[in-house]
Structures are given as structure tokens and as C-alpha cells.
């Protein structure tokens, strides 16, 4: 009995390592066991080089999302979660571990493995280019938040204190990453490219309801030590945004006036979406303008102080 029981234990396994390497997680998998995160075999198909070079875009803002989520999480990048997927590119500065209950941890590591599961997607798609140089520090987010409200906060915005403050920088991320996908996808030839980037869009809009969701379930919850609620927050940031990007408005706060809502028939705003309730889209270069935080793609600053990488984003530079 034991040696059947043996026999089947060791065809089960066997079992599970083939459905694994069918589904090309098996490397996945041995790499968390040993510690080590390596990048799949790359298998590049053909597709048009202007599919290729949004595609690429789009890694710019998967580094920063995986970063800050791991490092919010971890207190570690992909130097040392999965360093190969860096492709030599610079360590991040100002990064670290977040003061997080144990639910937004649990909810910000999820995030930060998703991440590092598009970046494996891209790379196996594209042939990609090293990580850029990212400023996750808290005096670049407290200069978001001042940028904002139109003044400086007292003390600085810190997007590693506590829960709040942390989904607060966090609903400054995603959501941007799911604008690029929204605009990205009708200029898309190839049904590889339009298949990657439908299922990130599917997960970077999940990622944004979680995060506005947890927020607008505390919208009228002060933010201390300042005067306004998590709905003035999001909202000021999203005003920023719009401001920022000069496509008009592309992005809502938690609570909108009543024509701006759903149908015009509601100020509460968990999702933001147009007078038809879909996404917004945004071009690449309304995102470079947001994410470098000078209103113009020809000008680095914010999150990349050397500015991004990548045909696109180099084309500005």
C-alpha cells in the first residue's frame, strides 16, 4: 500500500511539472523555490514594428508599477526578486518598505507579482530595453501632492506612513498604465499585440478598481495630519493629471458632480469612465507629460529623471 501510494504521489507530480511547463510556469515556480527568478525562454513572433515599439512603451510604466508595489510590499525591487528581468538597468532610489496592515500587504504583494508577470509577457514579446532610471521617493510623491493642492503640504506627503497614504500613491500609478492600454489598442495591427495588451488592460483595470474601491469605501476619512478627506485627494490628483496631460479630462476623483457620474445621475465615481461609462485613453505622450510631471514629454522629471526608454519615449528626448 505505501509503495502504490508512493507511485501515485510521484505521478502526480509529474503530472502538475508538465501542466506546468505546458503553461511555462515551471521555471517560475523552481525560481521562487531557490530564491531565484529567471526569464523564460524567449519565442518572438513577427509583428510590426509600430506594434513592437507601443508594446515597449508600455514597460516604462510596468517597471514603476512593479518596483513600488515590491518595494511597498517587500522593501526590495527586482534587484533582488528577479534581477535578470532588469536587463542591467539602474537600481531605483527612495524606494522602501511601506507600514502597511497585513490586507493592503497582502493586496500590494498580489499587485507586485502581477507586475513582474507583465513584465515577463512583454519581454517574451518584444525584445524590450533595460529598466530606467526610477525616483520612487517620498519627496517625489509629496511633490505630486503639492503640485496637486497648489502649495506645500506641512509635513511632506509621506506614500510610506500608513494604509491611506500608500493606496493614495497608489492611485496615482495604475490607472495611467490603463489609460496607455485604452489608446494603445485600436493602433494595434498584429493579434499577438492586441492579445498581450487586452490582458493587461484586463488585470491594470482590476488593479485600479481594487485600489479606488478601497479608498472610496473611506472617501470621507481625513487625512491626517491635513484638513481634507481621500475624496478631495483623489480628486486634486486627478485634476493634476488632467492639467498635466492637456487631452482634457481623462481622469475623476472619487466623487464628481452629478453630470459628471454614471448617466449623470450619481456623484459617487468607484470607476471612472466617459459619458458612456468606458475607459479613457490616453497617448503616449499625455503620459510622458504626467509621469515626468512637467507637462511635457521633452522634459524628465517625476518618476524618471532621465526620462523613459524605448523607441517612443526616446523619439521626445
Known sequence: MVTNNANKDKAAGRHRRGLLKRRGLLERSEGRESGRQEVPVKSFRTIPKSDADLIEFALNLEYLEAEFFLYGALGYGLDKF??????????????K??????????????????????????????????????????????????SAFGKKLYPSFDPYANDINYLIASYAIPYVGLNGYVGANPLLKSPLAKGLIAGLLGVESGQDAVIRALLYERKDEIVKPYKWNVAEFTNHISQLRNTLGKGGIKDEGLVVPKE??????????????????????????????????????????????????GTIAKSFL
Do not use: C, M, W
Not at 118 to 139: C, D, M, Q, Y
Open 82 to 95: 528577479a534581477p535578470k528581468l532588469t536587463q542591467g538597468g539602474p537600481s531605483p532610489f527612495g524606494g
Open 97 to 146: 518598505i511601506a507600514y502597511l496592515s497585513p490586507l493592503i500587504k497582502d493586496v500590494t504583494l498580489q499587485f507586485a507579482l502581477q507586475e513582474v508577470g507583465h513584465l515577463r509577457a512583454i519581454k517574451n514579446t518584444v525584445k524590450g530595453f533595460p529598466r530606467p532610471l526610477l525616483n520612487l521617493s517620498s519627496e517625489t510623491f509629496g511633490q505630486i501632492i503639492d
Open 260 to 309: 459628471l457620474g454614471a448617466e449623470g445621475n450619481v456623484t459617487g465615481n468607484i470607476l471612472a469612465g466617459n459619458i458612456f461609462s468606458y475607459s479613457y485613453a490616453r497617448s503616449p505622450q499625455e503620459i510622458l507629460r504626467i509621469v515626468y510631471g512637467t507637462s511635457n514629454e521633452r522634459t524628465p522629471g517625476g518618476f524618471y529623471p532621465q526620462g523613459g526608454r
